[in-house]
């Protein structure tokens, strides 16, 4: 359909310049550049009945930011929207950044232009016409020259498939799909499977009212106090004073305006390495992962130098030893994505909570009221799956768009994830993907990574209409290359040694490619480059 809500014959001109699928931070900004700074004809899809993406489904109980500071995780394109925002606290709740994006949509008009309730099951892209066709779940169709997938690096809910789960009788809640409604956990025994970021938010505010929590642990978390605290409003002041500086020092410090270490651990003696560890525990947030020395995530010395450390927290913590053994994780500091916690590992000392420990005690079977392990049943009235999500490459596969010759992506992505700069795919003209695989995504701020983005796609779509062409895309040779280069930038640090959403290894049976560019800055450059060079690595077809 068109802005007036008419369905174009197939084979004329397309109705839009671009179809944005996506209404969280990156699909809104995307709909309000190419709309208002490019002054494009733009229709935004959601599946969602309103804006705000991952943070419309994510509402579970403790769902808030991890960031380092609410403020910076946040669009950074407008003073006036950073003038009139006020964070009331450093690590905002879900409901205060869905109060911000909605802020937003109404403040640039976005809704009147995104169709909400609306799933798009099909895209194909049209040869002889140059333009994409989208189908939706509502039977509508709607073709432009450019479709932008901003279809959410963790969207598509993992549930496992656990013999007799379908016997549950209670309620069972994934924490990416909860309900809009309250949900009560008074007087209930409840069941948690997964204790990833969302898992370990949820816990802690679960057992307040839970009769009795059962944690089904598969993997212990590095969990760092997050020191949540209401944001001083002179610093708010301060960062809007200085906000242009702090956006240009964003871009080049790994999304965050705060400097990192740079201090050698080996410059220091152990006890001296003791007491800022000490320090950075105690300021809380990411301090001791970027704060304490450089080289965490490369040296493996110092990497578990600092997991012991954290190790011992867990042990002053939790007062029961054997509880506290349960919850060691043993591979190495952050990186499996650090987690920010408020009051997760307290959590254990209450009476109403029990770990189990899914690597020597797992899980058989459900029954009708509970879950069954190889050494004991747990009765339970509800189940929590904070089990995460197919990340990155997963919603893609989900939209399954049809590229050149009708090849879908399922096809060209049996084995890998192939694409080029995290952005396009070759096969696929014209298709630009925001926090795709291979883009910093959760490496960098996220709503900060989408505008960056999207400013290359403004640089492409600039380039096309200058010269007169119709349609580009990446060639092959170029996705091989970028293949090896993320790989290669992962390769050089310890995150590939472990099993994590990162590597793809949550998920049974997903190809195992490192899915984000752990160098946000230099990805922005490369980018930058490649638009100043005029697209090589591109092919390009004129205008028909
Ligand atoms: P996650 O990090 O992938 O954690 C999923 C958890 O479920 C893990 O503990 C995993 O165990 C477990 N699990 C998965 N399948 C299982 C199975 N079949 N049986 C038993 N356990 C199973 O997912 P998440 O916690 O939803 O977080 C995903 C990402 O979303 C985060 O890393 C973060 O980037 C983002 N997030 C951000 C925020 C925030 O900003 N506030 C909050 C939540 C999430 P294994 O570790 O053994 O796989």
């Not at 995460?388 to 893609?396: I, K, L, N, R, T």
């Not at 596969?397 to 010759?405: A, I, V």
């Not at 793809?504 to 450059?525: C, D, E, T, V, W």
């Amino acid at each position: 359909m068109n802005a007036s809500g008419a369905t174009p014959p197939v084979g004329s001109s397309p109705a839009y310049d671009a179809i944005v699928i996506g209404a969280g931070f990156g699909g809104l900004y995307a709909l309000y550049h190419l709309r208002d700074e490019m002054g494009l004809s733009v229709r935004g899809f959601d599946g969602a009945s309103d804006v705000g993406g991952t943070w419309w489904y994510n509402r579970y109980p403790g769902a808030r930011v991890d960031a380092p500071s609410s403020p910076f995780y946040a669009y950074t394109f407008s003073q006036e929207l950073v003038d009139e925002w006020v964070w009331p606290e450093t690590q905002s709740t879900q409901a205060d950044v869905l109060a911000y994006v909605e802020h937003v949509a109404d403040k640039f008009d976005l809704r009147k232009d995104i169709q909400f309730d609306t799933f798009v099951t099909d895209a194909r892209y049209d040869d002889d016409n140059q333009h994409w066709t989208i189908e939706t779940d509502g039977g509508e169709r709607a073709t432009a020259r450019f479709l932008i997938c901003a279809i959410g690096a963790l969207f598509v809910a993992n549930m496992p498939d656990y013999t007799g789960i379908d016997d549950f009788a209670g309620d069972i809640y994934h924490t990416g799909r909860w309900p809009h409604e309250p949900v009560s956990f008074e007087g209930k025994r409840v069941g948690v499977i997964g204790t990833g970021s969302s898992g370990v938010q949820a816990i802690p505010q679960i057992a307040k009212t839970a009769d009795h929590v059962t944690v089904l642990q598969r993997t212990p978390q590095y969990a760092l106090p997050a020191r949540n605290r209401p944001l001083p409003q002179e610093d708010l002041e301060q960062y809007r004073e200085d906000w242009d500086d702090l956006r240009a020092s964003m871009r080049y410090r790994g999304g965050w305006p705060f400097p990192t270490s740079k201090l050698q651990a080996a410059d220091h003696t152990f006890e001296e390495r003791q007491e800022r560890y000490e320090e950075m525990w105690e300021r809380g947030g990411m301090h001791l992962a970027i704060n304490s020395f450089t080289g965490v995530y490369v040296d493996e010395e110092l990497n578990e130098e600092i997991a012991e450390f954290v190790r011992g927290k867990i042990r002053d913590i939790v007062d029961d030893p054997e509880t506290a053994q349960k919850l060691m994780p043993s591979y190495p500091f952050g990186t499996k994505r650090l987690i920010l916690d408020n009051g997760y590992f307290e959590t254990y000392n209450r009476d109403n909570v029990t770990l189990v420990d899914l690597r020597n005690d797992p899980i058989e079977a459900f029954t009708e009221s509970s879950v069954r392990t190889v050494h004991g049943e747990h009765p339970i009235d509800v189940l929590v799956l904070a089990t995460g999500f197919d990340a990155v490459s997963g919603s893609m596969l989900k939209l399954n768009p049809k590229g050149r010759g009708g090849v879908p992506l399922k096809e060209k992505w049996a084995e890998r994830f192939d694409n080029h700069l995290g952005m396009t795919i070759a096969g696929y003209p014209n298709l630009f993907m925001i926090h795709g695989p291979g883009a910093p995504g959760v490496f960098f701020t996220m709503p900060l990574g989408a505008e960056l983005q999207t400013a290359w796609i403004e640089s492409c779509i600039r380039h096309l209409d200058e010269a007169g062409l119709g349609a580009m895309e990446a060639t092959e040779d170029a996705e091989a290359s970028w293949d090896a280069e993320i790989n290669g930038i992962a390769n050089r640090t310890l995150y590939p040694r472990t099993d994590s959403w990162y590597t793809g290894a949550n998920i049974p049976g997903k190809p195992r490619q490192f899915l984000g560019h752990l160098m946000g800055s230099q990805y922005f450059n490369r980018l930058t480059e490649v638009a100043e060079a005029g697209f090589k690595d591109f092919v390009f077809e004129e205008r028909r």
